[in-house]
């Protein structure tokens, strides 16, 4: 059977594993009554999030799909289904994060519960619900695109041609881009704007924790872990993963004239080669995600170091041959011999430096570490020096992981040319599915922990939802690894796929349009992340606002924090009746609706901009200053891009676990300091900064380079390059006798034209290499030779 008709079906086990999975967290059991109100509150404010952020991204939608048809009518190498690619695209990014909300907003009141018995049952709640988001990514993103591909290459478009059907299949890859980053913005900019509310007043002006019942701010910060980090991060992935996917099906399909691919796929090997890695990838991840389990007493870490790295070493077993049934042993085109071998090395290229900037993040970002502890010491004079550090570790963190994408840039070109490099992000994000469940199970554990304070449980049920919610921040930190390194690579493949696409050669910084285009690309990560930056800042002040208010002008909860003031450091058991009598009468006193609808207000409200900035921009320049400057936009918005999402994430994170390090108590030059403390406090502070740069304006950056490569490879038919003229002016064999036996050159045949017809003084030169003999001959200048 035709291999095309089976690679849907693997998105189709995906799927099924999400149903069977999401079955089963469903039938887990919820807790109490209190537990059950508050996981309801969550669910219907983070179901509201999504609902008004669709509506808003349906119209968006709707436009550019028009748009696109039109497009595609009036171009010979597309056609008007890239519309429907375009929604196909949209529709699963969106299905996606909503699958992974609505099971995330399960998951985590029953992880509070399975706590309330053991740290194991825990984790396999947690980790369950993770694993729905990741299968229902990899499982949407194979089924939709090796279904498109199926119909335009098998049904609606035999006649088409592999270019015209990757050009509109690239359709889906735009989609699924767009919804990405407005869900990446949008979640963030909701997440961080309670976040900061939550903190700044609750933290350190009330003193209260920020999971506490009293917080108006707590509700909206739990639904807020969910719209970022699970939808806008589900988002996030299934956009790389599409893309890398598509990038390399593009450059894939220059190998289909090679006389060595006929026997592989009707000469399709190269191009069906992504879809087959990441169809073999959902096997592997659903397999890996039996393998996490912990007893009590265990450690959590390692239970998801073995399903996570034991997937990982399959794959690559499994890649080599897959890699081997695909291509030719071997291959030339143009000049340059492509190896099997070679394709499997650079695989490896990109999976060697994902891991490594994982490991690099962990150092720069992990408790304890040593850029952490440097944060931890300058907090001792303040605030500012608490900052200043911050950031110097957020830059420095930035050469390593640099150097290892170069690196696997370098390697995977030297063994599979252009090919390599987009074939090394797919590499890297095969085992998407289970890399996905390990990085959702983090918020979910956050939640799980948030919900126990607010329910008032054990003591011992928080210890372990917050051992669980360690793990997931150092598992995070891997994950960002992957998404950093994977968008850089995607981000090349899919700038070298529309140089092909829109018969660009060369970029020549030299000429000033490209200079000038690469000037604006490296200026527009900074206006993108300030737009971020300020959309989370004035959400903060409406959320600091509104906490402060129910503080100051709701009776119960003003007599409770005075209450809580009186008894500071001292057990709830311990205080008098009186007291606890009118800590009690504030429960339930709290608005927190007020808080969720301003959160979800300027989320949606604030998010169109950035969003629209990484779709016109490449159009405007594509068609205003021709594809040569446009390449030079992609490089300058690419390397900015990938350095300010690297320093952005990194600084967050030291700046996070330096405030957590002082929260478990941490000694400085012979004496302990303990939550409360004011370098305890300097941190918040830091935190509260890094908070939009960690969860907001960094991973978005990750979206916002590679959709404008995907937007530049769309267009790429409409304003390519003719392709150059040229006439024969016939030559003159030089004379020879005996055998050559170094390359010699033979023959002039053409002469390059200008696009005015002039002749542009650039000559075709023919090579004659090895043992050879010739006698003189005229070639006429009319033979065409």
């Known amino acids: 059977m035709n291999i095309i008709y089976i690679l849907p079906l693997f998105g189709v086990v995906g799927l099924l594993f999400v149903m069977w999975k999401s079955a089963w967290v469903t039938k887990q059991e919820v807790g109490t009554e209190r537990m059950a109100a508050i996981a309801k509150h969550i669910q219907v404010g983070a179901m509201a999030f999504l609902k008004a952020e669709y509506k808003i991204l349906a119209i968006f939608v709707v436009v550019v799909a028009v748009l696109l048809g039109l497009k595609g009518q009036a171009e010979e190498s597309s056609n008007g289904f890239v519309a429907l690619s375009f929604v196909m695209g949209a529709l699963c990014s969106g299905l996606a994060g909503y699958l992974g909300m609505v099971v995330a907003t399960k998951a985590n009141v029953r992880t509070t519960n399975a706590a309330r018995t053991s740290l194991g049952k825990a984790l396999e709640v947690a980790f369950g619900g993770g694993s729905v988001m990741g299968m229902g990514v990899v499982g949407l993103g194979v089924l939709g695109l090796s279904g498109l591909f199926l119909l335009y290459n098998e049904f609606l478009g035999p006649d088409w041609g592999i270019a015209e059907v990757l050009n509109v299949l690239a359709g889906f890859s735009l989609g699924a881009s767009s919804i990405a980053l407005f869900a990446r913005v949008g979640g963030g900019i909701y997440t961080k704007a309670a976040d900061v509310g939550a903190d700044l007043v609750g933290k350190v002006e009330a003193g209260i924790p920020e999971d506490h019942p009293l917080n108006p701010a707590t509700i909206a910060d739990n639904v807020g872990d969910n719209v970022g980090d699970v939808a806008g991060m589900g988002a996030d992935l299934f956009e790389s ?48 995600t039996f393998f996490v389990k912990v007893k009590e007493g265990g450690s959590p870490h390692t239970a998801l170091n073995i399903g996570e790295f034991g997937s990982a070493g399959l794959m690559i077993v499994l890649s080599y041959f897959i890699i081997g049934h695909f291509l030719p042993e071997s291959w030339v085109l143009d000049g340059k011999t492509f190896t099997a071998n070679g394709v499997f090395f650079a695989t490896l ?87 996905l469940a390990v990085d959702a199970y983090g918020p979910i554990s956050d939640n799980a922990g948030g919900i126990a304070e607010m329910a008032k449980l054990p003591k011992e049920v928080r210890k372990r939802t917050d051992k669980l919610d360690a793990v997931g921040n150092t598992t995070a930190a891997i994950g960002k690894g992957f998404a950093i390194g994977s968008a850089a690579l995607t981000a090349l493949a899919l700038f070298a796929a529309f140089m092909q696409q829109a018969n660009v050669k060369t970029i020549d910084i030299a000429q000033p349009t490209v200079m000038a285009g690469l000037l604006v690309g490296a200026m527009l990560p900074f206006v993108f992340s300030a737009m971020a930056m300020n959309a989370v800042g004035r959400a903060a002040m409406a959320m600091i606002e509104e906490v402060r208010r129910q503080f100051s002008d709701i009776p119960e909860l003003k007599a409770a924090l005075a209450v809580m003031k009186r008894n500071e450091g001292t057990e709830e058991e311990t205080w008098s009746t009186e007291d606890r009598a009118i800590f009690d009468a504030a429960d339930g006193k709290a608005e927190y609706d007020k808080c969720v609808e301003i959160s979800t207000k300027a989320s949606i409200r604030e998010m169109v901009m950035p969003g629209l900035l990484a779709v016109i921009v490449p159009v405007a320049v594509g068609f205003a200053g021709g594809p040569e400057m446009l390449g030079g936009l992609l490089a300058g918005v690419t390397s900015a891009g990938v350095l300010m999402a690297i320093f952005q994430s990194n600084a967050g994170g030291a700046w996070d676990n330096a405030k957590k390090m002082f929260e478990e108590g941490v000694d400085i030059n012979g004496k302990t300091y303990y939550k409360g403390s004011d370098p305890h406090k300097a941190t918040v502070v830091g935190d509260t900064v890094g908070d939009p740069f960690k969860d907001t304006s960094g991973p978005s950056l990750n979206i916002l380079l590679k959709l404008m490569s995907v937007v530049a490879l769309v267009i790429a038919p409409s304003i390519a390059l003719d392709l150059p003229a040229s006439t024969d002016l016939g030559a003159t064999v030089i004379e020879m006798t005996g055998a050559v036996e170094e390359p010699v050159l033979v023959m002039t045949i053409v002469e390059e034209l200008d696009e005015n017809g002039n002749p542009t003084g650039k000559m075709d030169t023919v090579y004659v290499e090895g043992p050879a003999a010739f006698e003189a001959t005229e070639v006429p200048s009319s033979s065409g030779q």
Request: hydrophobic residues 55%.
């Open 241 to 288: 993963y599409v893309g890398s996917i598509v990038g390399t099906m593009v450059l894939g399909a220059i190998f289909v004239t090679a006389p060595e691919f006929a026997g592989k796929f009707d000469g399709l090997g190269a191009v069906l080669l992504p879809m087959a890695l990441a169809a073999v990838g959902i096997l592997v991840s659903i397999l890996g």
């Open 349 to 435: 290229a990109g999976l060697g430096a994902g891991l490594g900037i994982g490991k690099i993040t962990e150092y720069y970002t992990g408790t304890g570490t040593p850029p952490v502890l440097s944060i931890v010491r300058q907090s001792l004079t303040g605030p500012a020096t608490n900052i200043i550090a911050g950031l110097g570790v957020g830059m420095m963190s930035t050469a390593i992981p640099v150097l290892l994408i170069a690196a696997a840039i370098l390697v995977a070109f030297h063994f599979a040319g252009l090919y390599g490099i987009a074939i090394a992000a797919v590499g890297m994000l095969a085992n998407t599915g289970i890399q």
